[in-house]
């Protein structure tokens, strides 16, 4: 079955040469991008529709979201705006309120979520563990989640449970907890702050799930300056994410992260994705990360949701595009690029030159995972331009109609 996407105004398509194309068509066969070009030049297909002068880009792709949770924050948030400043205590609250909540229901609340964040333009996203923390709740956080998500990241590491010991909480986060849920799981985090997991702490916990065959994430600077962000570009992590307050060093070591790579063709030896997540820092009220001073230095940065329920609950990619456009001074195409290729990128499923299109997410070309977002707007740049407005109009997701 083929299917004609025709009169596009304007195709972002977030590929390799940043192409964007005017008056276009696409063509999805099956779960694949079959043609795209010039609309007077589509092939015949099965069936045509009419994108009515809108524009497209690729479906976001969220590298970072907490999805797995049950109960409520609201108290925390008023306090927040309120004058109190964010503390990673609320976690326990919400640990609380999961472990209380049957199998069928955190699914339920999962699948809600994920079905929210697909219908505003969301087709690839990551969620994590780390409101179990303990060895039955985290695998069984791990196995919704990998029902439910298209990849799973292990954040036992996310606090150390009230009463607990933090070298012992450490080590069964390293032994038994990481077996429990390595069926699960690809990634591994740790939240690196003052108040959750100190430098040595976090170090043992991605060296044992590098051991264990993971890869590596890392939640760093958002609270303060601290070890994050080096930790995660010394272990090759894939990511490193907040990023609120960084030391000059640390923009110098994500940027020669990346000094081998080369994005002209997408090949090399890939460095640490800086992942920004805007919501999370407006509903903190933390300085909104320097995205605009990473790119500059030549850093890959991502854009994500970070949705969860304590300091960012919104999965609206598109709200972070507008913040970052806004705010963060990025051009709507650095910022659809970071929310695309960009989170494609920090979980390893960007297309390179040489890399196999099939795997690809976060950017529209023949071959790719047909992963659409048709605006009901002609350019992408009306995401900035009307703010809060909502934008989403079709989605497809591996060449399924999902809106
Ligand atoms: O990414 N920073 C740590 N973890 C989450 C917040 C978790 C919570 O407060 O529930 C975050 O912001």
């Not at 398509?13 to 779960?31: F, K, M, P, Y």
């Not at 297909?45 to 609201?74: I, K, N, Q």
């Not at 909480?169 to 690196?192: E, I, K, S």
């Not at 854009?303 to 300091?311: D, F, H, I, K, R």
Request: aromatic content about 6%; proline content about 4%.
């Amino acid at each position: 079955m083929s299917t004609l996407i025709t009169n596009i105004a304007e195709l972002m398509t977030q590929d390799l040469e940043h192409r964007v194309l005017r008056d276009a068509a696409v063509v999805v066969e099956g779960e694949r991008i079959s043609w795209i070009g010039a609309a007077a030049d589509a092939p015949p297909a099965d069936e045509a529709v009419d994108a009515g002068g809108r524009a497209m880009l690729p479906g976001w792709v969220d590298s970072h979201s907490h999805l797995l949770f049950a109960g409520d924050r609201t108290a925390e948030f008023e306090a927040r705006m309120a004058g109190e400043s964010y503390a990673a205590g609320g976690i326990a609250v919400t640990m609380n309120a999961t472990r209380a909540t049957s199998d069928f229901d955190l699914t339920r609340l999962a699948m809600g979520r994920v079905a929210e964040a697909v219908s505003q333009g969301t087709t690839y996203l990551e969620t994590k563990t780390g409101y179990g923390l303990d060895v039955e709740h985290e695998a069984r956080s791990a196995r919704i989640a990998s029902t439910i998500a298209d990849q799973v990241t292990y954040l036992g590491a996310h606090l150390v449970p009230a009463g607990q010991d933090p070298e012992e909480y450490t080590d069964l986060v390293c032994g038994p907890m990481l077996a429990a849920v390595r069926p699960y799981v690809q990634w591994a985090d740790v939240f690196c702050e003052e108040g959750a997991f100190n430098a040595e702490q976090s170090r043992r916990v991605l060296m044992a799930c590098r051991e264990a065959g993971l890869g590596l994430r890392v939640h760093g600077n958002q609270l303060g300056e601290g070890p994050g962000v080096e930790l995660a570009v010394e272990l090759g992590a894939a990511s490193v994410d907040h990023v609120n307050y960084l030391a000059a060093q640390d923009v110098k070591a994500l940027a020669s992260s990346w000094s081998g790579w080369d994005p002209a063709v997408g090949t090399g030896e890939r460095g640490t994705v800086a992942t920004c997540l805007p919501a999370c820092d407006l509903s903190t009220r933390q300085p909104l990360a320097s995205a605009r001073e990473l790119l500059d230095a030549g850093v890959q940065v991502a854009l994500a949701s970070n949705c969860n329920p304590g300091t960012s609950y919104t999965s609206s990619m598109a709200f972070c595009v507008t913040t970052a456009v806004l705010q963060m001074r990025l051009s709507v195409h650095e910022a659809v690029r970071a929310a695309t290729y960009g989170g494609a990128l920090a979980l390893h499923k960007e297309a390179g030159r040489d890399t196999d299109g099939e795997r690809a997410v976060g950017s529209i070309a023949v071959g790719h995972r047909a992963d659409l977002h048709l605006l009901n707007a002609p350019s992408a740049t009306h995401l900035a331009y009307r703010p809060g407005m909502p934008l989403t109009y079709a989605v497809w997701r591996a060449g399924v109609r999902e809106r």
